[in-house]
């Protein structure tokens, strides 16, 4: 296991689900060559001992589009856990939630309107420096790798104005999807 210091960014995926708005934020890092990677399970970075499938999600629905709500720090889609993957996830989420707690104490809550607010201070906690999109996803596959995307790659501040843009966006929608 080594420890690293390494820039990280958050890619941040709307999807509609039956009538459930979701935004999802997921970790990323960029490799030596300047790609997109996920971080793998056998490093700690920025102090985090495991980042690999952390996520940040909410969720909305079509029946009341005021806000989105849920906001949540999570793992989600892990293949298979063992004791030692187990006890990293609760050191990291341990971490994270007293980083939030602090942030909370200096800044306030984060009301149910503000994903976008939520997410900047997570990625202020884990040490992220930019939030992406993915530009254009291609339609052929539903499994896609990091190389076979574009994306748009915001500051904090850009990125944050960006997912309350989303929010935004689906809220103003007319037709349920």
């Given at each position: 296991?080594?420890?690293?210091?390494?820039?990280?960014?958050?890619?941040?995926?709307?999807?509609?689900?039956?009538?459930?708005?979701?935004?999802?934020?997921?970790?990323?890092?960029?490799?030596?060559?300047?790609?997109?990677?996920n971080?793998?399970?056998?490093?700690?970075?920025?102090?985090?001992?495991?980042?690999?499938?952390?996520?940040?999600?909410?969720?909305?629905?079509?029946?009341?589009?005021?806000?989105?709500?849920?906001?949540?720090?999570?793992?989600?889609?892990?293949?298979?856990?063992?004791?030692?993957?187990?006890?990293?996830?609760?050191?990291?989420?341990?971490?994270?939630?007293?980083?939030?707690?602090?942030?909370?104490?200096k800044?306030?809550?984060?009301?149910?309107?503000?994903?976008?607010?939520y997410?900047?201070?997570?990625?202020?906690?884990?040490?992220?420096?930019?939030?992406?999109?993915?530009?254009?996803?291609?339609?052929?596959?539903?499994?896609?790798?990091?190389?076979?995307?574009?994306?748009?790659?915001?500051?904090?501040?850009?990125?944050?104005?960006?997912?309350?843009?989303?929010?935004?966006m689906?809220?103003?929608?007319?037709?349920?999807?």
């Amino acid at each position: 296991m080594t420890t690293k210091r390494e820039p990280l960014g958050i890619i941040i995926t709307p999807k509609m689900d039956g009538d459930f708005f979701n935004l999802t934020g997921g970790i990323i890092r960029w490799n030596e060559a300047g790609k997109v990677r996920n971080p793998s399970d056998y490093d700690t970075i920025n102090g985090f001992p495991l980042l690999n499938n952390l996520q940040i999600t909410s969720q909305g629905t079509n029946k009341d589009r005021d806000r989105v709500y849920g906001f949540e720090v999570r793992y989600r889609d892990v293949y298979a856990i063992d004791l030692s993957l187990a006890e990293k996830m609760v050191k990291t989420l341990r971490k994270v939630n007293a980083g939030m707690d602090k942030l909370t104490a200096k800044r306030g809550y984060v009301g149910p309107g503000n994903f976008g607010e939520y997410v900047g201070r997570v990625a202020e906690v884990i040490g992220a420096t930019k939030i992406l999109y993915v530009q254009d996803r291609p339609r052929r596959s539903s499994w896609l790798m990091h190389d076979d995307v574009d994306y748009t790659v915001l500051n904090l501040g850009d990125g944050v104005n960006h997912v309350n843009h989303v929010v935004r966006m689906w809220q103003q929608r007319t037709e349920v999807v």
